[in-house]
């Protein structure tokens, strides 16, 4: 039988409440919400037209930002250039700015009086009260995570394998997405999950943008504001359950990417 040390059984038992103390109240919210109020809310479709909003707008958001952070994540871990820490100083600035202010500065940066609005506006689209609005707001506070994780995976490939690539007469474009995307996959899928999970959870900077049309954690601080904790439990399970799911899913496909990348 396997002895642990006087610190080990300390660190057992201090990683037992941390465990406990995520766990507690998400158990204690699931065993309060019966099979039937589950089911309900299963089928309001003011609830599932959130859910799926939620998961589509947060969905477009990583899929368009990806575009230009993950190249500017290549350039953060393969290149020095003046003002270096600066710059990523500002890509965390999302993370530790209060989400209710970053959504005012938003709202300042896609009314019709900006730059951005009027060009919205010539389209005809309105980015206030708009899923356009609420892809933008899920992106700022969530585009940090994709950008760090990625630049964490360029750094730690060889810079000696590009080089000899680049001596053979490889090309950069063709060294980047022949080398360096796969050797770092495995960290951007992780930011791109991590990106669209933050944006399917954010709230204080939406809220701000767009009350209408509601996504989820909107909707529940709605019902729990006008009926109650009764009617935003549910929701708030259901919402949970099919993230979990879809974040599993999404942890197994990029499991698999990764395998075939390996290969």
Not at 68 to 91: E, N, Q
Not at 155 to 179: C, D, M, Q, W, Y
Not at 235 to 262: D, Y
Request: no cysteine; net charge positive; glycine share 8%.
């Amino acid at each position: 039988m396997k002895r642990y040390q006087p610190i080990q059984l300390v660190f057992i038992l201090l990683g037992s409440l941390v465990l406990l103390f995520i766990l507690a109240p998400l158990l204690g919210m699931f065993f309060k919400t019966s099979p039937q109020s589950l089911f309900e809310t299963a089928k309001d479709k003011e609830v599932t037209g959130s859910i799926w909003l939620t998961i589509w707008t947060s969905m477009a958001a990583t899929s368009l930002f990806a575009l230009a952070a993950i190249p500017l994540a290549y350039l953060l871990a393969r290149k020095k250039f003046p003002l270096k820490k600066l710059v990523t100083g500002i890509i965390d600035l999302p993370i530790v700015i209060p989400h209710s202010a970053a959504g005012i500065a938003i709202l300042g940066f896609v009314s019709r009086d900006t730059v951005l609005g009027k060009m919205g506006s010539a389209i005809g689209l309105n980015f206030i009260g708009n899923p356009a609005g609420i892809a933008i707001a899920m992106a700022f506070v969530s585009i940090p995570y994709l950008i760090n994780a990625a630049r964490d995976g360029f750094a730690g490939v060889p810079e000696r394998t590009e080089k000899a690539a680049l001596t053979l007469g490889a090309t950069p474009a063709r060294v980047f997405f022949t080398i360096s995307l796969p050797l770092a996959w495995r960290n951007v899928v992780s930011g791109l999950i991590l990106m669209f999970a933050r944006g399917m959870s954010e709230f204080g900077a939406v809220i701000v943008v767009a009350y209408h049309p509601m996504i989820t954690p909107v909707l529940i601080y709605e019902r729990f504001g006008a009926f109650g904790l009764k009617y935003a439990r549910p929701v708030s399970v259901l919402f949970i359950l099919i993230s979990l799911t879809l974040f599993i899913m999404l942890r197994w496909l990029a499991k698999e990417k990764n395998s075939e990348v390996a290969k």
